[in-house]
């Protein structure tokens, strides 16, 4: 029998509920590996998860078995239950609806990787706004305006 074969390479961006700073850096890298936990116990493959304050990027190796909404959200649920469950933050945490999904060649990982890594540094000359917003006319991605995440001006 013949088996199935791929490499999809899937850029997921998501937000804070409220795009408040509540991913703090103390405890940040916590909830990426357990992310990249996530990830990996549904047959994907993580290849770098981090973010900034108020959102998530994870770059996986994407296995064509599971739908991408699907697969986001059950890195939200779990994720945003192990973040209430450790206390981090005085309120209840919730992600925002939606997410942007981008897929990459196997030639643009290297660079897709270290552009993730370098989150913390990219955003001190970048918001999340105007960053998402790159993202979506680079994809030619056709949007709604009121149907973007809430924005913290």
Excluded at 32 to 60: L, M, Q, S, T
Aim: overall charge positive.
């Amino acid at each position: 029998m013949a088996g199935t074969y791929s490499k999809i390479y899937i850029h997921i961006v998501f937000a804070v509920k409220g795009r408040e700073n509540l991913l703090q850096k103390e405890w940040r890298e916590e909830v990426f590996k357990y992310i990249a936990g996530i990830i990996k116990e549904k047959d994907h493959k993580p290849i770098i998860i981090n973010g900034y304050r108020d959102h998530v990027h994870c770059f996986i190796g994407l296995t064509p078995s599971v739908a991408i909404s699907d697969l986001v959200r059950d890195i939200k649920n779990n994720s945003s239950k192990f973040i209430n469950e450790k206390k981090y933050i005085n309120s209840k945490f919730h992600w925002q609806e939606g997410y942007g999904a981008f897929s990459y060649s196997h030639s643009q990982i290297k660079s897709v990787y270290d552009y993730i890594l370098n989150q913390e540094n990219h955003h001190q000359k970048k918001s999340f706004k105007e960053e998402y917003l790159e993202l979506l006319k680079k994809f030619e991605v056709e949007y709604k305006t009121d149907y973007l995440y809430e924005w913290i001006e």
